[in-house]
């Protein structure tokens, strides 16, 4: 009886050991994930049906805002309202251009349009339907939001809460200084 409960009790310290060592191999691939240097080399279309390389704004001289949302995702609409009221004063203090990436798919993409068309964004809208942009940046959840200067992703966040969009501005007018 001794040594089943002795065994049982070093079969559950090994459980623990295990599970903590799987929890910090999840860590460790989860900030590898997260660790890109610079947007990748993949093309997606604009509203009118242009070919837009992003790997082109890791060239960009300006900050590059890259926002993932989908038509479906209020707190995404939240925070690229949120910005759309400050964008044109962001934009010529600090030359800052904001691409919106929707990854909406085929059932919901009809709407991309005209949902930016009514909003009055002044941003450059660019369709992911296939999620490759997504896959390639390993986005797993929307709003998520980065931020690219000279070629390096120099900020990130996930999801929205209001007053975010000012704390994103404070690091870019301290890159363009």
Known sequence: MFFFKLHLLFNHQMFVVMKKIGVFICLLFSLGAFAQAE??????????????????????????????????????LKELNAINEVYGDWKKETGVEL???????????????????????????LYDDNHELKRAMNVSNVPFTVVVYKGKIVYKHLSYAPGVEKEMYKKIKGLVK
């Open 39 to 76: 947007l990748p080399n993949v093309k997606l279309k604009n509203l009118d049906g242009k070919m837009i390389n992003i790997a082109d704004f890791n060239k960009s001289e300006n900050p590059v805002i890259i926002s993932f949302w989908a038509t479906w995702c209020g707190p995404c």
């Open 99 to 125: 691409i919106a990436v929707s990854i909406d798919d085929a059932k919901t993409v009809k709407r991309v349009k005209s949902l930016v068309s009514g909003k009055s964004w002044d941003y450059e809208v």
